[in-house]
């Protein structure tokens, strides 16, 4: 691992802390875990548009399917 460092802000900083310490984790972990969570609405947000782009009709099929 290569650890890097990064200009934040210092109000920033202290809610990363918080944030760490509240979680027991670093804030390396604070960050990969919103990250993680980002990527995960965005997926969810895709299949939705997804899913209300079928016609009825294949809607219906995937409800059937599973």
Do not use: C, W
Not at 41 to 50: N, Q, T
């Amino acid at each position: 691992m290569v650890a890097t460092t990064i200009k934040v802000p210092g109000e920033l900083r202290d809610k990363l802390n918080a944030e760490a310490r509240s979680r027991g984790t670093t804030v390396a972990g604070v960050i990969e875990h919103l990250i993680a969570e980002r990527d995960r609405a965005e997926r969810f947000r895709r299949m939705r548009a997804e899913r209300a782009a079928l016609a009825p009709s294949q809607r219906a099929e995937l409800v059937t399917e599973y």
